[in-house]
């Protein structure tokens, strides 16, 4: 059975794989995607794979996630190329779902050949935890990528989300609407961590966007397609700021600039929910 016969939505999360990897930001086995099922699709999945079901042995996660016991995801594997998802689905991603107690995992269908769940999967099963939590269940897609302004932002900017967030923000208008809670920042930590996980979530209580120091960046999205927007919002917005800084011979004492005011009209105008402690009228830039 193919994975589009098997459920629709396979296909969309297969394309984002495609689609991120032509933007550049996933070099090698770089980045990783998760998706956390309906529970339509939960239906329809025990349908498609009926007595042809076969699942793994419960794998222990080493977290607790109470409100996703018993919920279905579709994850990259560890080590794939996203260049192959769409040539090689089966290989590439897979199906897996969580105990009743939220705290371990086992694999319903994909992983194809002795794969296994990404190796950011604390980060995704604690990052999907939170964003259910505070959107009230619509979120449902944690996307990782390795894009190259946004990580050479990090590489100059001090580590603060507050400094990073109004950067973006004053050099392109949209970026407030896409992102107007700002994105959270995380220093160097080591990947694949309960560390870094835990870390995240916490951060993915206020922003939808994390961003990991000299590594890349994590986004939340209620869909494949926000998801993708948000990522790639961060990365334009991180690509003009680094242009005009160094078109500005290195300084960040830009000529011109989105005021604080004009992002606070902005915000008024389209009734955004504005992270207020990242707002003032103390330009930095
Ligand atoms: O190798 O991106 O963070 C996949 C990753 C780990
Ligand atoms: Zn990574």
Same mark, same amino acid.
């Given at each position: 059975m193919t994975s589009s016969q098997l459920l629709p939505v396979v296909e969309d999360f297969v394309?984002?794989?495609?689609?991120?990897?032509?933007?550049?930001?996933?070099?090698? =086995?770089?980045?990783?995607?998760?998706? #956390?099922? #309906?529970?339509?699709? &939960?239906?329809?999945?025990?349908?498609?794979?009926?007595?042809?079901?076969?699942?793994?042995?419960?794998?222990?996660?080493?977290?607790?996630?109470? =409100?996703?016991?018993?919920?279905?995801?579709?994850?990259?594997?560890?080590?794939?190329?996203?260049?192959?998802?769409?040539?090689?689905?089966?290989?590439?991603?897979?199906?897996?779902?969580?105990?009743?107690?939220?705290?371990?995992?086992?694999? &319903?269908?994909?992983?194809?050949?002795?794969?296994?769940p990404t190796s950011e999967l604390p980060s995704h099963i604690l990052n999907h935890s939170v964003r259910t939590e505070v959107t009230g269940g619509k979120s449902r897609v944690i996307y990782h990528a390795h894009p190259k302004n946004t990580i050479a932002l990090t590489a100059l900017l001090p580590l603060d989300a507050r400094i990073i967030t109004r950067s973006l923000w004053k050099v392109m208008t949209e970026c407030i609407l896409v992102f107007p809670q700002g994105v959270g920042v995380l220093p160097w930590m080591m990947p694949g961590s309960i560390e870094i996980a835990r870390a995240s979530s916490k951060l993915f209580r206020i922003h939808d966007a994390v961003i990991w120091a000299h590594h890349g960046l994590f986004v939340a999205g209620d869909d494949f397609e926000s998801a993708f927007g948000l990522m790639h919002s961060i990365e334009k917005a991180a690509d003009i700021y680094l242009r005009a800084r160094s078109a500005n011979k290195g300084s960040d004492d830009f000529p011109n600039t989105i005021s604080d005011d004009d992002l606070r009209a902005i915000a008024d105008r389209f009734g955004l929910a504005v992270n207020e402690a990242f707002l003032d009228d103390n330009c930095l830039i």
């Open positions: 394309q984002l794989c495609t689609d991120g990897f032509l933007q550049g930001w996933h070099e090698c =086995n770089g980045g990783n995607l998760s998706y #956390r099922l #309906r529970p339509e699709e &939960v239906e329809q999945l025990r349908k498609s794979l009926g007595k042809s079901a076969t699942s793994s042995e419960w794998t222990p996660l080493g977290l607790k996630a109470d =409100n996703l016991a018993g919920q279905y995801l579709i994850t990259t594997a560890a080590g794939c190329h996203f260049q192959n998802v769409a040539k090689h689905p089966l290989n590439t991603t897979g199906i897996v779902e969580l105990n009743e107690q939220g705290d371990a995992y086992r694999i &319903v269908w994909g992983f194809a050949d002795g794969a296994a």
